[in-house]
């Protein structure tokens, strides 16, 4: 038998369903084929939260050290695509500024101050939540933290866009656009500028550190910086997009901010900035009863698992009230868990708190723009394009 008479619905499944509505498609492939074949995007596909969790804490058997990682093919040789005593070498070298003290106590005033004035600055300006507040908070709180805070941080933003189109296209087998490479040439030139000055945050701090080569950081730093830029921007427009969404939960946390953790767990389960993740097997392995020959490529959908019901009831409401809103697997267990998802839990909560803050010292309310509201949407990287705003006098919701 061949893969597509073994797996016929991975064989159905096109790049347009996946990258406009995949919930229904990714419901039938967690009941039916939860280990599949994809042959659109020519890997395997794992969509039930059990069989991802096995997967992702499996470093051995599903690896992120291979040639083809794309995330490797467009920003060079990280801790994203090494694993074993290099992945820790890598990893260490950055964990200190992403500790959850250091977040809440150095870095928690800064990224406020900055989400207070982007909302000013946003309510009164554009009325945009992407590209008023979520990403520029999401550049410049990264930015600052690297120590590259003279780097113009709209042109940052082009740049990772750019990146994050360049890793769709090769997912989907198209051409990368040449410029990608003149662009991450830019990027590192201002990287090694900061090498060769002695207070630039973190960059500083690698090398004085030496856990990293010199030839090793300009890599590094654009890795991280990409971890924290498409993702932390989607992040923050998703969680607006899922209040606004529901009013009443928006009307909640006016009055009880202690929801707000709450609100984002549940907007990280529902949609996830990124949406799977890519590993390849180093054996054959047997994975919920489908055998998988080594070398393949094989995605792990952070989306199929958010939403498997056998873990969470009705996956698909957006439910604040939910008891296990954090079982989410968003973040990545095991080796590769998000680095800095602290600091991008901040940046979000700041983020609804200047808005909560804003409705409460004008007695004004936002609402979605309804007719140019759009749905989160994307392969590998969902948000809405735009996410529009109005205010007005506060009236029932
Ligand atoms: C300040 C913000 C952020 C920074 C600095 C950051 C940085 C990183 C880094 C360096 C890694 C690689 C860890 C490793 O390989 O050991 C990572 C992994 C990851 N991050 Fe983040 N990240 C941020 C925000 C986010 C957000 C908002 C999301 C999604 C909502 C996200 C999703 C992920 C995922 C899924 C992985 C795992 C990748 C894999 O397993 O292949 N990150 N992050």
Redo the contacts with the bound molecule.
Sequence with gaps: MDRAEQFPIGAEVTVDELTETPYEVLDRLRLHEPVSFLPALNAWWITRRDLALEA?TNAETFT?DDDRFTTARILGT???NLDGPE?VRH?SA?VAP?RPKFVREVLEAQITTAATRLWNETVSGSGEIRTGIAGPL?VE??LDLMGLDDVDSTEVLSWYSAFGEAITSLTVGAAVPPEIDSTLARLKSYVETAMSIDDAGVITDLVTNGVLRRDEIPAAVA??LF??IE??E??TTNAFWHLLTHPESWHRLRSDRSLIPHAINES?RLE???TW???YTTTNVELGSVMIPSGELVSIS?LGANRDPDAFDNPGAFDIDRPNLAQHV???K????????H??RA?TQAAIEAALTWEAETGQAIALEHERAQSPHGLIFRRPEHLHITSGERRGY
């Design positions: 992702m992120v990280s801790m994203l992945h990893r950055f992403f999401a709180t990264i890795v991280v971890g924290a993702t932390s989607a992040m990280l996830p900035a990124a993740v890519d590993r952070l968003t973040f990545v095991g080796p590769h868990a998000c680095l800095g998802l600091v991008a940046e």
